[in-house]
């Protein structure tokens, strides 16, 4: 402040200055009382320009759903059936059947929404019979996905995670649909299925800003070889609850991480169709901390 000169200066400076600083003073306290008559305005929280649309069937891909939708930051939009499937497994998946057979798609409660503010859509969905679930096609029916980045992500039984995102690719030419992320029901059924869930999230979304491919992600396993007495009875372990597809391991590679990758290829020839060559990816942890599981099952594209 000017109040604060020096001593010495000559009396009339001190007289001048006395009448800045008085000048100064009204013009703060007019400053202030405009400041007080119109207040700040407030800034509001930016929206969202990614959501969440999934379908869940028993609750498995919900639970996954929300962990992304944290992960990401966006909003969430559960679809639902106007008429809800069986309560039972059997008679669930005999309409589901009825519905693929017929190319009849259950009806929406929400099928419609309002996308148009979203940059990003994730897309979630249980697999049913070897894709999405039907509701899937009906929310595709009737919204155009064209020019938005579509994440694909799904809960599974033992795979459709890469053929439900190559379905996807052909229903929506106009879309930028991306890697798929998948997590099996068992995984996700676990004590600590949300844990493993966030991890899960986390490796994809960080794989996904990378811009890696299925392709890429295969590079750090060793090369094809033939099978040890080992090898064969960590695949066992992992598939005990699966002889329905009967899976038969031919060879494997490895990976080394906090355990051990196996990708078996072999085949699969369940349900009674002919051998058709397939993938099998199994996890190892280290000694102790549980047994093999199995990650994924992937049908080898001719």
Known sequence: MLGKLKLGVAVSAVAVSAM???CNDRAESDAQSKAQAKP????APAASKSVVVYFSQTGTTKKLAGVLKQAVNADEIELRLVTPYPSTYDSTIAAVGAQRESKQWPAL?????????YDT??????IMFGSFAPPIYTFLDSNDLSGK???????FGSGGRKVS????KTLEPGANVTLA???SNKRMSRDDGDSIAKVEVETFLANLAAGKTDEMLMGGYSEQRPLTAEDSAVFA??????????????????????GMNYLFLGTMSGFNRPPAETMVKIFKPLPGRGEPELIELLVVEK
């Open 165 to 168: 995102a190559a379905e996807l």
């Open 149 to 155: 980045v579509v994440v694909p992500f799904c809960t």
């Open 237 to 258: 372990a992992a598939t005990k609850d699966y002889a329905y597809l009967q899976l038969k391991p031919l060879s494997v590679s490895t990976q080394v991480v906090a």
């Open 121 to 126: 859509v994730y897309l979630g969905y249980p």
């Open 40 to 43: 700040a305005a407030e800034v």
């Open 181 to 183: 992320m998948g997590v």
């Open 20 to 22: 800045f600083v008085a």
């Open 109 to 117: 409660e929400n099928a419609k929404l309002d996308l148009a503010k």
